[in-house]
């Protein structure tokens, strides 16, 4: 299936139009910040319910007899929740009696204030942890809401795929769906359309971003070669410092996608999103279009290109 130059020219006209601009790069930073704030409130929430049920202690030994704190205690002592399922009692005690020995009782009056530092000090490399793929995830959630808004305004009747359940449903009120989509299922005329995202492509023998099939989800058999339509790598990332990087990410990854089908003789549809996209990047890009190596490719901060490459994707 060779690309149309028409295809991606419908909004890209140079290499220059792929390039992120310093405003969305500072609306990135921004939407970045937005959400660590919003994953931080729990745990904000938590150090705050802790120094409450604390607070009438006179001292650090009195905390091991108040009730319904422990799991509190043994995050303050720098285990994780992961780490707290794999202790035994006798390990726990000991962690929160090494916690007020080394760190509360030499805190003195201040050992309250000093349980609660120590408790937000774990739940931040938590917070970290989880903030590591935030760039994709927010990259998902946006495409994802484009691609629904293109079946939407056309009439087309269309399911999603909770990631949870794996359990397909069909839309109702879609409020804040994509939080929660694997996959989306729509009908183009009579050709049926699945959606799937982060699929590990046994062809290929790695991870996909995004996977376009030919097929309802009750027949979709993912080893089928001839069934894939479109495979795509999403870039999030945001820091243009990191730009460079993903995108040789993304372009070994798409090379051995199109190698791997070409091998049986199936030539999809292979395309790219990113966020942080440079002036060098934005033209490696662009040549790869004009000579077929890349069906189609989109700035993910230009509302226009994502709506047109979500176009694309819903009538293929």
Known sequence: MPAKQSTYRRHLNSSVD???????????????????????????AEARALQEAVSHAANPSDLV????????????AGLSDKAITHLQSEDKVNAVKELIKNFLDPAGAKFVEELVFRFLLTRGDTLGGSMRNIGGILAQRKLTRAVISTLKISGTRYFWQDIKSQNWFEIDDDLNIELSVRGLYWQNGRKHRTLIYNLTVPLVKNNVDLCLFNSTPANLDEKEAETYIALGELKGGIDPAGADEHWKTAKTALDRIRKAFIRVKQEPYIFFIGAAIEKKMAKEIWDELQNGTLSNAANLNDENQVASISSWLCNL
């Open 65 to 76: 007899k108040i009730k319904g704190i422990e799991n509190g205690l043994l995050t303050a």
């Open 18 to 44: 792929l390039e992120t601009t310093y405003e969305a790069t500072r609306a990135g930073f921004v939407s970045l910040a937005l959400e660590k704030n919003y994953r931080a409130t729990p745990f904000i």
